[in-house]
């Protein structure tokens, strides 16, 4: 059985009794002696369930954030309900009786996010043996670090049919981590936004150990990567750039267990390789992990909580692309021809949370 904890709610309005017939003097089969309680799910901080008590009751009725249209109804009074955004929320229970008047409950809920401390979860390493840190960002500033992030905006389905509207509000540092976050809100013709990072230009690399530890949404269509990019993009396009995907997860259909990592590149038009590794158990949103990279001359590696998940040589001459200067990117796409698109499941807001980047070389 799950445990279950009871909120604390606020009565809004006592039990009132409300008439859709003419009054009746006989009152034996009004309803009465409504009871109401809410309890959240620990495992899901988004669903909660409501249990309503009331005699003479035929009916009950669940009504949302003053809703005039009943999200749920039946008669044993007992409803699980899952809400899509945090925030206070109002439940109100009706309880109807023979007579077709009906007494309610008006609770109020608070639906916050499900906090994972930032000491939960896998962590590597400030040094190894052989190998210099050569750049780091551990986010404990109170701002992103202009010096090495810039940010890219604008809509337009960045080549993925993806629905997000890319803009710098939607990123910041806060308790030693960055936050990336996407919400679903209207920009310019888009109806959710995000936010995505480069460190193009400013912060790039050929070769080294990569380490990259993260908390990851969830959720339908959700699309978060830490990722990869020729510096020379600007100059020769995609895929002859070469990308490299170090982490990519797809949200929904309780795909939140599994990362890919996948390189793409061209040899007479686009290739891709890659692979993945899903978790024994749990999701990528019960705890942080580190994805890492160990790239040489010869082979890139990648690894989640240094243990592998795909290993590919790229020493043939048609995989030039890695052997040249990348930069990071970092983003949650909305949506998109791989991970499909937000339903009523989907909750906002939903945020990536990025503890720290390290780089080490020879």
Known sequence: MRERTYLLVTLLLGITFFSCTKSDPDTSTDPANLSVTVATDSNDVYKITVTAHADNTIEYRLHIDESATAALTNTSGTFEYGFTEQGDHKVEVRAYGTSGKYIKEIRTVTIGSNEVPLENGYFTPMTYAGMQLVWNDEFDASTINADYWSFETGAGGWGNNELQYYKKENAWTEGGTLIIEARKENAQSSAYTSARMVTRNKKTFQYGRVDIRALLPEGQGIWPALWMLGNNISSVGWPKCGEIDIMEMIGGNGRENTVYSTLHWDDN???????????????????????????????MKFMVDDQQSYIINITPAHMSEFHQ??????????????????????????????????????
Do not use: E
């Open 269 to 299: 038009g686009h290739v891709q390789a890659g692979g993945s590794l899903k978790l024994p158990t749990g999701t990528f949103s019960n705890k942080y992990h580190v994805f890492s990279m160990i790239w040489d001359a010869t082979t």
């Open 325 to 362: 200067q990348c930069f990071f990117i970092f983003n949650i796409a909305v949506g998109g021809n791989w991970p499909g698109y937000p339903n009523s499941t989907t909750r906002f807001p939903q945020q990536m949370k990025v503890d720290y980047i390290r780089v080490f070389q020879n």
